[in-house]
């Protein structure tokens, strides 16, 4: 074991897959020779060389393409976003083609890519380097999405990402990358995907969250623990399959359901699992499916305060649950 943050852990999943499989290769924009924008893969192209980390143009349409088409031929690319708020252009390359691979040929072809995308605010990014955008993808069928919140989920996700036979959105909550610190095995291991995690038992209520909002949730339950609340937090670590047993076993145990992200409010991941509770386990209920999320405005502010107003915090997710305990 060793401790390491979350940045760490994600060149150290990188470095052992490129050593152990000649078909892992690495593309996007500054990962070579600079290490990437948050040198995730600082030391890999001095290692592995051009034709396995592949600096690209700014162009992610293309860098997604050019993944695809890697794939297509028996590699396993990991393509690099160089910030989830630049991934639209690779939408349709994302959406269209790498999602309905599959699909479209009978199961004749696969696509076995990772697309990394650091997400995510807390970091003063403002407009264009905030944003949290895993809801867009978790509505297409073909995907898969995970969001780890620690080192140790960090590594293990993105190994069983790159070794997966379809595609992987892979983000990575940047307020996290060197905050969070974590004992994680040397040995190869891996965090299957499609499980969750129950990071804390509790008897009053289920909280449901993932990426940085994992710690701020943690946190809360440990300020209401001293007021005798209980909360359950749940890290749901992989968004598109959910682990819908994890989910419904605690909110039927509790009988309520609190929903913490970062996103935008409506038409976020929150109003799926809200869905999910209401559908199959109503009866279980005794108090309203709850959210706390980022709100409906354009884009996150870049002033500190205004960002501050933006962002979940620990003290805004313990009033929602204490008034959810109330009921």
């Known amino acids: 074991m060793s401790k390491i943050n979350v940045i760490q852990a994600i060149r150290d999943a990188l470095n052992e897959e490129m050593a152990a499989d000649e078909r892992v290769i690495i593309l996007g924009e500054d990962v070579g020779r600079i290490g990437g924008v948050f040198r995730a893969t600082d030391g890999l192209w001095q290692k592995y060389g051009d034709n396995r980390v592949i600096d690209m143009p700014i162009a992610e349409a293309a860098i997604v393409g050019a993944a695809i088409g890697a794939a ?133 209520l289920t909280l449901l969250t993932y990426g940085m909002m994992v710690h701020e949730s943690l946190q809360a339950a440990e300020m209401l623990d001293k007021e005798n609340v209980d909360v359950e937090v749940i890290d749901l670590r992989t968004l598109l399959p959910l682990d819908r047993e994890t989910i419904l076993t605690s909110v039927r145990k509790t009988s309520k359901a609190l929903i913490v992200h970062e996103a935008n409010k409506t038409g976020g991941l929150g109003a799926e699992l809200a869905a999910i509770i209401s559908e199959e386990a109503f009866e279980y209920l005794d108090g309203p499916i709850t959210r706390v999320t980022g709100p409906d405005v354009p884009a996150m502010p870049f002033a500190p305060t205004l960002e501050a107003a933006f962002m979940p915090s620990s003290a805004k997710i313990a009033d929602a649950a204490r008034k959810l305990a109330a009921y």
């Open 72 to 204: 297509l031929n028996g590699l396993r690319p990991v393509a690099e976003i160089q910030f989830a708020d630049y991934i639209h252009p690779a939408f349709d390359q994302i959406v269209n083609e790498a999602a309905k691979i599959r699909y479209r040929s009978a199961g004749g072809f696969h696509c076995p890519i990772v697309v990394r995308a650091p997400a995510g605010g807390g970091i003063h990014g403002a407009l264009y380097h905030s944003q949290s955008v895993e809801a867009y993808f978790c509505h297409a069928p073909g995907l898969k999405v995970v969001a780890p919140s620690n080192p140790y989920d960090a590594k293990g996700l993105l190994k069983a990402a790159i070794r997966n036979p379809d595609p992987v959105i892979y983000f990575e909550f940047k307020a996290t990358y060197r905050t969070v610190e974590d004992d994680v095995p040397e040995d190869d291991y891996v965090v299957p995907l499609g499980v969750a995690a129950v990071k804390r038992q509790g008897r009053d």
